[in-house]
């Protein structure tokens, strides 16, 4: 669920585009459907999935929440889940799935619950994208409470083999989660034969709360990413 594009594909662009009001997507499903990965609720104050598209000069305005029963839930003030996982390891980084000079500001929540096992649960919440995989961000900004469970960030609750370049998150900001709780990523993670995960120039001004294990006032925990 997005505010103004549910799911963005085909390399589609939004360019000076903005959303107001409350966004909130629910998924439940039952314990036998195939693959945990399926199970899944996005959400994101402008784009709710960005599967290949570009965003530049865009800023979503409210309220994010996603919950998952049996399920994963990702939120993020201005994207749900962003990149392209298709790019093969050890290929940089390209413009499939760029963010460039947006904003997001208001609360995000990402809430999970498991009917038959409480502790396999995963609520990720980042104040401007929930989960970046294998794409740019930059000169961007994100301002508001964000609260997870687990990859929570002020700017990105998970970054997996992304890049963030100028990037901030703003001192207004509280972020709240229990593992890999960060001011600007919760998560920042790669693989050793790629060169991507990289964070430069950005900083954080959020507090920061985390209940768990590896919380960081920029990057809560880093898996052979780049600071």
């Known amino acids: 669920a997005g505010g103004l594009v549910g799911t963005a594909a085909r390399n589609a662009s939004i360019i000076e585009s903005k959303a107001y009001g409350n966004v909130t997507a629910t998924f439940i499903a039952s314990t036998n459907t195939p693959s945990y990965d399926d199970k899944s609720a996005h959400a994101g104050g402008l784009i709710g999935t960005n599967q290949t598209g570009t965003v530049s000069n865009s800023s979503a305005h409210g309220d994010v929440s996603a919950n998952a029963v049996n399920g994963k839930a990702y939120a993020g003030g201005l994207i749900g889940k962003s990149g392209n996982t298709s790019v093969g390891l050890g290929v940089a980084v390209s413009d499939v799935g760029k963010v460039s000079n947006s904003s997001a500001t208001g609360n995000v929540?990402?809430?999970?619950?498991?009917?038959?096992?409480?502790?396999?649960?995963?609520?990720?919440?980042?104040?401007?994208?929930?989960?970046?995989?294998?794409?740019?961000?930059?000169?961007?900004?994100?301002?508001?409470?964000?609260e997870g469970i687990s990859s929570v960030g002020g700017l990105i609750g998970e970054n997996y083999r992304g890049v963030i370049q100028r990037s901030n998150t703003l001192p207004i900001s509280t972020v709240v989660g229990v593992n890999a709780v960060g001011g600007l990523v919760g998560n920042n993670f790669s693989t050793l034969s790629s060169t991507n995960g990289q964070i430069s120039n950005s900083q954080s001004q959020a507090t920061v709360i985390g209940s768990g294990n590896q919380v960081g006032g920029l990057v809560g925990v880093n898996q052979d990413g780049v600071l």
């Not at 994208?129 to 900004?141: L, M, P, Y």
């Open 109 to 146: 929540i990402a809430a999970s619950s498991n009917t038959t096992d409480s502790s396999n649960v995963s609520a990720v919440a980042g104040g401007l994208i929930g989960k970046n995989e294998v794409a740019r961000v930059f000169d961007s900004t994100a301002s508001g409470k964000v």
